[in-house]
């Protein structure tokens, strides 16, 4: 079909003027007069819309009066300049085609829902303002790392979903199976047998793809993963999910600092980008959602990231326990407050603590001469706290074998990660970047439910 | 750490030519005569290897003479052109320290490894020709597509990998749960109590994210998604795997022509793309691994892809019955024989068959005036057969809902998906391209185990 999108249109106006065009899209709104009326139509290519002018010289101007809120209709008319108007041009209709009308129990009408509301309709609420600016912006920023990625030629990695591995040892899984639950097959001394199920062991759903992307690190030095990761966490929060994306770079021969840099310069790209291809989104969000996000963002651009150890982070925190639900202590994980007021009161800008305490850091991170902390960064944001975690791994054979003893993981589970420091080892760090965070401290959005098109957490699996 | 990657040596050779430099790689072959020796280094980031002249002056030069295949070495040195070599430039050491020695019993010696072999140890073989090339161009092949899309400002959407529909009425599925397999809970009348489940039912891995996508295009008006797919199929054959990825665009305002012009843009775009990014790769592939790639490939771009409807196919086909395994009739599903026959015997240039009988499509496809076919459209190309397959939707409500009956899907599972033609319905189409599939084609691999990094398949999910 020959059809003008509405971006088109705004992009190249000067080339539309005075043309006849086709547009096909979604009425927002409608109001008509005895001879004639106004059609905002939105095709989902373009934040902004398109307003329509019809008359009753139509052939079918009672049907199109008749018109509800959602209907699609394709028109074809001439678009005009309207200096004087709100918008910039409207289309002169000379035809408006009903594609399909719009039912009059359609869920969205012309005012304001609820966030709440509109998650019990998430096939409908990429139709509102909010949802369009969301999920454009979230679709933006995805290819933004890509392209970070691929222009310094790191290989995007696709590591398994299904895995037969508990990577950190971490949390709760999804269990992957083909057997029937409702008659499940034992062994003869009554276990689950697993050599029925469909890849003959337990398998559940990865939490994350860092060790399968070492190995590939390992072979082109500079990697990437972009994919979906689980938790089975039974946490009710705005903040987590239960299927959720994740980036994780890869880097051999790069230590923290040149992980640090990767993780300033990512950040700093995608935000650029997306401030240039989505500025109708980000000044909605600004004034909408998070009046300080725009202020926000450009101090990001405009500063060096600032760096702080773990122990100096901890003597400054400790200044100001008062302050804490959690009281701060050396060897303590850092909450969310704490990690807040270092970036927004004491350093007012992003934050890389690096350093941490062994305990509370993975097996996998490199050791310290002081062999108490171990080579790990974080990095702080003002609104949201920790948004990338990484570390230099630890790439001596004997140490990594001797932690992972340590905590009681077992060596033989874990005998291709351990053949990376066997065949060829060499420094190398990578860090992982919760996806849907990144979405929400971009665009200001509280909710982790309102950043990912079907959410899935505990007890809510629709659609 | 300061090094110079082999791939910006190859790009920016003259820049760099009587410069000293640093660079960090793994050693592919070493040989030492009495006073200096020889190393061939690959750091991963480009096809090509770089090779390094040590000397005994070097205090370290015992060590450097005992390397194994496979360490991994930091060289400072100079860039000196060799114009009578096979190589075109080397580097002359002054320093090779070594990061990581390769034990003796590195798995990857010099010489040739059956593929079956590599698949036994899948974090080592990205390590050798064949998948550097395979999975730096497997990497490309995802960014070109996400390049295709959002260039025409297609929204990427994240459909959800966990899903309580079972998409299609299609095959079987993997469960996803929390229950204790060991111990699984029952409701009073004996069933499992998926109340007690993470997500309080029944839950599995997604087939399709098409159903979730159109929803999207409904709004957004053109979508793709990217992410991967599961079948628990137990078919064990070069084409199959349990997990892989699939790419599905839906355009909304959009017929079948739309449909096929995006797929045969897509494909071109593609094939254009890794050509240019990857030529060593490319003539890898064509010299080791399918001597026909280029001129196929070239093939495609140069041509205007075919159309036949299924019914003038089958007229073809059926003069030449004699030579089918499977004997062709009108109604019947085509085989992969009968695909291959038609692309490369009768076209032999990529071809669009469409207007499929609607028995052997699926239940959302739009039906055709003759109540007998569906606007469905696959795409055969040479060597392969189906690499695409997509249709224009059902848009009217009476019509699919009428399908839904007639297969025993129960509408009250599809609400979404009706809404979607109460509220604004429009024409609208949209394909699947299976992305392994799509690597395999345009590597000539023959084994869809040898384009995913980490691949499931019945029993095997090592990793």
Redesign the interface.
């Known amino acids: 079909?020959n059809?003008t999108?509405v971006?088109e249109i705004y992009k190249n106006r000067e080339q539309y003027l005075s043309q006849e065009i086709s547009v096909?899209?979604?009425?927002r709104s409608i109001r008509d007069s005895k001879a004639f009326g106004f059609i905002v139509v939105s095709?989902?290519?373009y934040f902004e819309t398109l307003q329509i002018v019809y008359h009753d010289t139509m052939p079918n101007f009672d049907e199109i009066c008749k018109l509800n809120v959602?209907?699609?209709i394709?028109v074809k008319g001439t678009l005009v300049a309207t200096p004087e108007a709100k918008q910039p041009f409207e289309i002169q209709a000379t035809e408006v085609t009903v594609?399909?009308?719009?039912?009059s129990d359609?869920p969205l009408q012309k005012k304001r829902h609820s966030f709440e509301y509109l998650r019990t309709i998430?096939?409908?609420r990429?139709?509102t303002n909010t949802?369009?600016a969301v999920?454009?912006v979230?679709?933006l920023i995805?290819?933004a790392i890509?392209q970070y990625f691929?222009e310094r030629?790191f290989?995007?990695?696709?590591?398994?979903?299904?895995?037969?591995?508990d990577c950190e040892g971490a949390g709760?899984m999804?269990?992957?199976?083909?057997?029937d639950?409702?008659n499940?097959p034992k062994t003869e001394d009554g276990?689950?047998d697993f050599s029925q199920d469909?890849?003959?062991?337990p398998?559940s759903?990865t939490v994350s793809g860092q060790l399968?992307g070492e190995?590939?690190a390992?072979?082109?030095?500079?990697i990437y993963t972009f994919?979906?990761t689980?938790r089975?966490e039974?946490s009710n929060t705005t903040r987590h999910a239960?299927?959720f994306?994740m980036i994780e770079p890869e880097m051999?021969?790069?230590?923290l600092d040149?992980n640090m840099a990767l993780a300033e310069g990512m950040l700093k790209y995608v935000i650029r980008y997306v401030l240039e291809h989505a500025p109708e989104e980000m000044n909605f969000f600004n004034q909408f959602v998070d009046k300080g996000l725009l202020e926000r963002l450009n101090g990001v651009l405009n500063s060096e990231f600032g760096h702080v150890t773990y122990t100096e982070a901890i003597k400054i925190l400790e200044e100001h326990n008062d302050a804490f639900e959690y009281k701060v202590f050396w060897g303590c994980d850092l909450q969310t407050e704490h990690e807040r007021y270092l970036t927004e009161e004491v350093y007012k800008k992003p934050l890389f603590v690096t350093d941490y305490p062994k305990e509370i850091k993975a097996f996998y991170m490199k050791l310290n001469d002081d062999n108490k902390t171990v080579a790990a960064m974080d990095c702080l944001v003002p609104g949201i706290g920790e948004i990338i975690g990484g570390s230099q791994r630890e790439?001596n054979y004997d140490k990594l074998l001797s932690r992972m003893e340590e905590l009681g993981l077992k060596p033989e589970d874990y005998e291709?990660?351990l053949?990376?420091?066997?065949?060829?080892?060499?420094?190398h760090s990578g860090f992982g970047l919760g996806f849907e965070r990144c979405v929400m401290y971009l665009t200001g959005m509280g909710n982790i439910r309102d950043v990912?098109?079907?959410p899935?957490t505990?007890?809510?699996?629709?659609?």
Chains 1, 2 share one sequence.
């Not at 999804?174 to 057997?179: K, N, S």
């Not at 390992?218 to 500079?222: I, T």
């Not at 053949?419 to 420094?427: A, I, N, Q, V």
């Open positions: 079909m059809l999108t971006r096909g899209g979604w009425v095709d989902g290519s959602g209907a699609a394709i594609e399909g009308p719009s039912a359609y998430s096939h409908l990429p139709r949802f369009q999920f454009r979230r679709s995805a290819y890509h691929q030629d290989v995007y990695v696709h590591t398994p979903l299904i895995t037969a591995s709760e999804f269990q992957v199976t083909t057997l639950l409702d499940i276990a689950v469909f890849f003959n062991k398998t759903l399968n190995t590939y390992m072979a082109f030095r500079n994919g979906p689980f089975a039974n239960a299927e994306w051999a021969f790069a230590d040149d790439d291709f990660y053949d990376l420091r066997k065949y060829g080892s060499t420094r990912i098109p079907f899935r505990v007890n809510n699996c629709d659609l």
